[in-house]
């Protein structure tokens, strides 16, 4: 049986590290710091839905179908995942009129999601 490897500690959550690898095969046993990637310390709700969002190749419309919800949610996981990553988030674009009824006439936004984005503006 295998374990899933924690990243972070379970008396005070700071950043684990990895201070010992060993081969299975040979027996090679290397020690020294080494640091997870910045996935590793995503919470498993970010992974999942980076899961997702990545089967669906970044296309909303499919990840909100694929989760059941809308399009401000998904935005707002997608901002959260960029945030836990460690990303300073960019002031939130204008989204133009233009873009809005060009993005619904695609059929890439509802209706509903079209006016919520023109009322957010």
């Known amino acids: 049986m295998s374990y899933k490897v924690i990243s972070k500690c379970p008396i005070c959550s700071a950043k684990l ?3 010992k690898l060993r081969c299975n095969k040979c027996g090679t046993v290397i020690e020294n710091d080494f640091e997870f990637s910045k996935f590793e310390y995503l919470e498993e709700e970010h992974l999942n839905f ?3 969002f990545l089967k669906c190749r970044g296309n909303i419309k499919d990840v909100e179908k ?8 998904v935005r707002a996981k997608l901002d959260d995942v960029v945030a836990a990553l460690g990303y300073t988030q960019v002031k939130k674009a204008v ?11 695609k059929g890439d936004i509802s209706a509903q999601q079209a006016v919520d984005m023109l009322k957010n503006n």
């Open 66 to 73: 694929e989760l059941g919800i809308s399009y401000p949610t």
């Open 17 to 19: 590290k990895v201070v």
């Open 95 to 105: 989204v133009n009129s233009n873009e809005v009824l060009d993005m619904l006439e």
């Open 50 to 52: 980076m899961e997702v």
